[in-house]
Every structure is written in structure tokens, then in C-alpha cells.
């Protein structure tokens, strides 16, 4: 199994550079393929910023990659529910932040506006610190 960097992912995702799209589209075709959650957090941030994706087209490129056969992510049912709670409206980051923190009782922020969000979309309570 081999793990990809962000610029792996991004070059498949979006194939705006020839010869290393190419690249990236043998190394997901060689085998195993193991996704760190960091390396999809910064995925997302790297295509709604440098590359002006909305949620929806995000949301569709991640779930592409992730839904390949010899794809394996980190923590997968995090991964699951952060995206959806993307979907539902929050950032990525903070969706994967709560997905990432179930075990425990509450999510605590100073970022009241990601409690009013994240009341919407989430069980997990989220409280302002």
C-alpha cells in the first residue's frame, strides 16, 4: 500500500497539469492506495481556494476518490460523517473536527457561529467554551 500527499490527490482530482496527472493517475491504478484525513482536509481546502470548487463539486471529487475500489482512508467513518455534515453547510475543517471527536461528551469552540451550524447538522453537541 502506498500514501498518497495532497498533490497526488489533487493532480487526479483535477488533471489541470498533464504529466503529473498521468503520474498520479498510475500510482491510484498501481495498488493499495492509503488517504490520511490530513491529506483530504488540506484536499478540500487546496480546491476551494486555488481552484474555486463549490461544496457540491467537492463534495462529488472526494466521494469519487474515496469510493474507489483499492482506496483506503483514516478513520473512515469520520471521514463519512464529516462529509456529510459538509454537505449539511459547515467547513469541512470544523465537520471534520466533530466527526473526529465522537467519543467524546461535547465539542467546545470559541466560534459561535460553527455552534449554530453545527446545532443544525451534528448530535454531537457543540458548545461555545
Same mark, same amino acid.
Given at each position: 500500500m502506498v500514501a498518497v500527499d495532497t498533490n497526488v490527490l489533487i493532480r487526479l482530482l483535477v488533471a489541470d497539469h498533464a504529466a503529473q496527472a498521468t503520474r498520479a493517475a498510475a500510482v491510484f491504478r498501481s495498488g493499495p492506495v492509503f488517504i =490520511?484525513?490530513?491529506? +483530504?482536509? &488540506?484536499?478540500?481546502?487546496?480546491?476551494?481556494?486555488?481552484?474555486?470548487?463549490?461544496?457540491?463539486?467537492i463534495l462529488r471529487s472526494l466521494r469519487a476518490v474515496l469510493g474507489l475500489e483499492n482506496v483506503a482512508v483514516e478513520d473512515p467513518k469520520?471521514?463519512? =460523517?464529516?462529509?456529510? +455534515?459538509? &454537505?449539511?453547510?459547515?467547513?469541512f475543517a470544523d465537520a471534520l473536527h466533530i466527526a473526529s471527536s465522537a467519543q467524546a461528551e461535547r465539542f467546545v469552540t470559541l466560534d459561535a457561529r460553527l455552534v449554530k451550524r453545527a446545532k443544525r447538522a451534528s448530535t454531537l453537541e457543540v458548545a461555545v467554551a
Open positions: =490520511a484525513k490530513s491529506v +483530504l482536509l &488540506e484536499a478540500e481546502w487546496v480546491l476551494r481556494y486555488s481552484y474555486q470548487l463549490g461544496v457540491e463539486a469520520a471521514i463519512a =460523517a464529516a462529509l456529510r +455534515l459538509f &454537505e449539511r453547510g459547515l467547513d
